[in-house]
């Protein structure tokens, strides 16, 4: 089975700081990633994806994240945030279509 | 407009009730997707569909049924609501190819 740990549930970070949300996988099959995005009271929007070849995915509004196999990571980073990147965020492992989420990390940003 | 919708957005009701939310998608998309998403778990899969008239069960399905006689609509129905059903929930649609889209949501609340 697959499951996913995203360990910091709350990250406060200053505006034009960076930031990596951390999140870590357990599949027994290929493994396909994915993060998204979801502001305040609205549904969830794919901020990038791994399916396959490099391993340094970039996705919208300047994020990126990183495949790491032998340690079973895929962290999220941003090298400087901005007031709008306050949401919360979701990894996700897919397995037969199906995605497996973390409980997701709410990024604050301090202005 | 071409996307997934879901109705209605906000949902009151009674325990005991039976509620039928909807989900309706215009990219002809064989696979749906029903999640509830609840403080402290992230997302959870209650039921999924590859095709029409072909649905199976995710990781929370006791007490909901869908059904998906065509492939744009896949509703999901809470037969007696319980006050434990109280969540918001998200339809999903994919293409086969692991990445899923959003709908906006349906927040249910049950009294």
Redesign the interface.
């Known amino acids: 089975a697959q499951s996913v740990t995203q360990l910091d549930s709350q990250v406060p970070v200053f505006e034009e700081a960076p930031v990596e949300l951390r999140c870590n996988y357990s599949s027994s099959v290929s493994v396909y990633l994915f993060w998204y995005v979801q502001y305040p009271n609205q549904g969830l929007q794919l901020l990038l994806k791994y399916l396959s070849g490099s391993t340094l995915v970039k996705g919208i509004n300047g994020f990126e994240a990183e495949f790491n196999k032998s340690q079973t990571s895929f962290h999220l980073r941003k090298p400087s945030v901005h007031i709008s990147d306050t949401a919360e965020y979701f990894c996700a492992v897919s397995e037969n279509e199906k995605l497996t989420f973390g409980t997701g990390t709410r990024l604050t940003i301090i202005p | 407009d071409a996307g997934i919708t879901q109705s209605p957005r906000y949902k009151i009701t009674e325990t005991g009730r039976q509620v039928t939310l909807m989900c309706h998608q215009t990219w002809s998309h064989s ?1 749906m ?1 029903w ?1 509830r998403q609840d403080l ?6 209650i039921y ?1 569909s ?1 095709a029409a008239d072909i649905t199976d069960k ?1 990781e929370v399905p006791d007490g909901y049924v869908v059904s998906r006689s065509k492939t744009e609509n896949f509703p999901l129905t809470l037969e007696s609501a319980t006050r434990s059903q109280t969540s918001v929930y ?1 339809c ?1 649609s ?1 293409a ?1 190819n ?8 349906t927040r249910l609340t049950v009294l």
Not at chain 2, 98 to 105: C, H, I, L
């Open positions: 696979y997707f999640y402290g778990h992230g997302l959870r899969l999924y590859a995710g998200f999903a994919s086969g692991n990445e899923q889209f959003f709908g906006p949501g």
